[in-house]
Every structure is written in structure tokens, then in C-alpha cells.
T-cell receptor
Framework: GAVVSQHPSWVICKSGTSVKIECRSL??????MFWYRQFPKQSLMLMAT?????????EQGVEKDKFLINHASLTLSTLTVTSAHPEDSSFYIC???????????FGSGTQLSVL | DAKTTQPPSMDCAEGRAANLPCNHS???????VYWYRQIHSQGPQYIIH???NNETNEMASLIITEDRKSSTLILPHATLRDTAVYYC????????????FGTGTRLTIIP
């Protein structure tokens, strides 16, 4: 069964609005959550790493004030795309960290379309 | 993470074995080789991983060369549902390791 639940699967929003994406780890406590972004016909690119109870770490070129990450509990991390614009349209995927030599699982992804 | 090189695309006939190669010549001694696949508009799906011994599970087999500079993922009896992009990734055995995805191999299973 699924170990990571990501919601919503897809969302369409108007330019300038904010969108929240939730990622839940179902059968374990995730101290770390990785957030990826994938544009059409491209590979996954890591955006940021969130750690429970502390500030997220953003990859170079990713605006921390635009992509707000909250990891307030060991089972839930959220990514909020603030003031979304058409260029933010992408497939967003979360992945909770695991122990050494363990499988890394991924959420089912959220397709964001900004009009 | 080790840099990996994969062919951009491959075709395989349905029912035949699909052999997907991956070069990871810069892999370090503590890095595992992970394989994932992504079907269109879905999150990546774990397939298999290994350090230096060959591995087999219900989905696939992983053959790692003795020098660990390359590996091959084998899908023994490919079906149409195996059409996907396959990613080979090197990741250390430290906990909470992020994965760096390359461009992968787009595998198409032909009826």
C-alpha cells in the first residue's frame, strides 16, 4: 500500500493566487521531506529539503519566499506556492527521507496549472 | 551523488526481457545504485537497489559489474505497462539522502 499521500493530484488556479500542496507519510515518521519539481519532458529537480521543526533548505535558484514549506509534524509537510504565475505550472512531487539503505518513496505528484 | 549515464530511449518487444544499462563510473564505495521508474504524470516508483551484489525482487533483477562502474536493470518479461522513464541513481548509504535524477531512459514496450 501507499506510504506517502500527496494531495491534491491536480489543481488549476488563477494567476496571483496561492496553492497549498500536502504530503503525508502514512506509516512512518519523516523528519525530512524532499520537494521536487518536474517540467514537461524534463527530469525531477530538487527544490527544497524540509526538516521537522526547523527551516527548510532551498536549492539554488528557488525563491524561498515564493515556495513556502512547513514541516510542523513528523507526518505532514506542506508546500505553498504563493502568488502563482503561469511559469510555476509544473508537476510537484514530495518524498520523505528514510534511513540508510532503505527505499525512498515518492508521492503521486500534484499537477499545478496556473492560468 | 554519482553522475550516471543512460541511453535516452530504448524499445523492447512485449514478453521479451528488457535490459537497461547505466554507467556510473564515478560511484563511490558507499553509494548504492537505485533504480526508479516514472509513468507519465505519476510519482517515481521504486524498483530495486543494490551495493555490489546482484539483486532480484518481484519486479526486476539488478546486475552490478565487479568494478561497480556500471549496472543493468533487467525486466524479465516486459509488458505494455512497463512503458516508462527509468532512472538509475547513485546515492550514499547515509540516512535521509536526497536523490539526484538524471535524464533517464524512456523505455517503450512494443506489442
Amino acid at each position: 500500500g501507499a506510504v506517502v499521500s500527496q494531495h491534491p493530484s491536480w489543481v488549476i488556479c488563477k494567476s496571483g493566487t496561492s496553492v497549498k500542496i500536502e504530503c503525508r507519510s502514512l506509516d512512518f515518521q519523516a523528519t525530512t521531506m524532499f520537494w521536487y519539481r518536474q517540467f514537461p519532458k524534463q527530469s525531477l529537480m530538487l527544490m527544497a529539503t524540509s526538516n521537522e521543526g526547523s527551516k527548510a533548505t532551498y536549492e539554488q535558484g528557488v525563491e524561498k519566499d515564493k515556495f513556502l514549506i512547513n514541516h510542523a509534524s513528523l507526518t505532514l509537510s506542506t508546500l505553498t506556492v504563493t502568488s502563482a504565475h503561469p511559469e510555476d505550472s509544473s508537476f510537484y512531487i514530495c518524498s520523505p527521507g528514510r534511513g540508510a539503505n532503505e527505499k525512498l518513496f515518492f508521492g503521486s505528484g500534484t499537477q499545478l496549472s496556473v492560468l | 551523488d554519482a553522475k550516471t549515464t543512460q541511453p535516452p530511449s530504448m524499445d523492447c518487444a512485449e514478453g521479451r526481457a528488457a535490459n537497461l544499462p547505466c554507467n556510473h563510473s564515478t560511484i563511490s564505495g558507499n553509494e548504492y545504485v537505485y533504480w526508479y521508474r516514472q509513468i507519465h504524470s505519476q510519482g517515481p516508483q521504486y524498483i530495486i537497489h543494490g551495493l555490489k551484489n546482484n539483486e532480484t525482487n518481484e519486479m526486476a533483477s539488478l546486475i552490478i559489474t565487479e568494478d561497480r562502474k556500471s549496472s543493468t536493470l533487467i525486466l524479465p518479461h516486459a509488458t505494455l505497462r512497463d512503458t516508462a522513464v527509468y532512472y538509475c541513481i547513485g546515492a550514499s548509504n547515509f540516512g535521509n539522502e536526497k536523490l539526484t535524477f538524471g535524464t533517464g531512459t524512456r523505455l517503450t514496450i512494443i506489442p
